[in-house]
């Protein structure tokens, strides 16, 4: 019996030889992708909500001349208030130039601000963001407007201006944050205001610092928050040592074996005869030191730009932020 169609024995071989080595290498080839690592890449976020972009309020140093307000309610009679979801009433119509679907947000002018943390002066007109609204019926002098969103509540003679067109900036979610990064030598500025009058804002709370367009920042700029070392505390901190100074008596009268204070400075000259000469404390060191470096304490990021000011979102704190703390353009 004869067997037809055999292969002849050098192409057998290497018909075999690619059947073994074949799975090898496709299993070679699958631990090296598995292996392989990732590219590690900035991961990017909006850093703000439209909580923070559209209800942050701003300091404004010129504000125009305004007559828009709201002067009424649908449900006045028992109103004295409005939030979302309530309809308000406009004191301008078609005669005027509104429309049907037109959009506004409300403002309330809370007057004129400065601060003593800043050598600017006046900064402007602080005016609060109370909410937004839509346009639904228009008459010849007044119109209708259904209250869409609101960050507080709307007050009869709140203002109204042009709904502004804001886009959360990105930021790095992973980026290092260094609490001993040298300065940029970029603008610098102090945080002067916290939404809601807060004093010691933290992640996601708004701020107002007082660097503007004419400091040539921009939104979208991230910034440093900082402050010099050993400054911050809320109530004064005394340099005190904790025992005067090396001294005897803290021996028993047996054994003699405890001369010094566990807790005393040292001595500035530790050859001199006796325990009562001249010691390190700590006011001598601090004035002695060379430069150490600040406190970096958190970063922010611009939202809105006035003419002296920035509204700003803090997207990062390594501890208590407050007013009063040091801004710098990274």
Request: aromatic share 6%.
């Amino acid at each position: 019996m004869r067997i037809r169609n055999i292969l002849p024995l050098p192409t057998f071989a290497l018909l075999l030889l690619a059947c073994v080595t074949a799975p090898a290498q496709t299993m070679s080839n699958h631990n090296a992708q598995t292996q392989a690592p990732a590219a590690a890449g900035p991961v990017v976020a909006p850093v703000a909500r439209d909580s923070e972009l559209y209800c942050a309020g701003f300091i404004e140093y010129a504000p125009a001349p305004n007559y828009l307000q709201v002067v009424g309610g649908e449900q006045e009679q028992e109103q004295r208030t409005y939030a979302e979801g309530d309809y308000v009433f406009i004191n301008a119509g078609a005669n005027q130039g509104v429309r049907a679907g037109a959009e506004y947000i409300v403002v309330r002018p809370r007057g004129q601000f400065s601060s003593p943390w800043s050598k600017k002066g006046k900064l402007g007109v602080y005016t609060q963001e109370v909410a937004r609204l839509r346009v639904t019926n228009v008459k010849a002098e007044t119109s209708v407007a259904l209250v869409t969103q609101s960050c507080d509540q709307i007050l009869l003679g709140d203002l109204l201006r042009a709904m502004p067109q804001r886009v959360a900036p990105l930021a790095p979610l992973n980026a290092v944050f260094d609490r001993f990064a040298d300065p940029s030598g970029k603008q610098r500025g102090r945080i002067v205001l916290a939404r809601d009058g807060r004093e010691a804002p933290s992640v996601s709370e708004i701020v107002f610092i007082d660097l503007g367009s004419e400091d040539n920042v921009k939104e979208g700029d991230r910034l440093t928050i900082y402050r010099p070392a050993g400054t911050g505390n809320i109530t004064r901190f005394r340099d005190k040592e904790v025992t005067p100074n090396a001294s005897y008596g803290f021996e028993s009268e047996r054994f003699r074996g405890g001369r010094f204070s566990n807790e005393a400075p040292r001595v500035q000259d530790p050859t001199r005869d006796g325990l009562r000469g001249p010691i390190e404390t700590t006011p001598k060191v601090k004035r002695k030191r060379p430069p150490v470096p600040r406190k970096v304490v958190g970063e922010m990021v611009l939202l809105n730009v006035q003419q002296r000011t920035a509204t700003a979102v803090i997207t990062r704190v390594a501890q208590e932020v407050h007013t009063g703390d040091y801004v710098e353009v990274q």
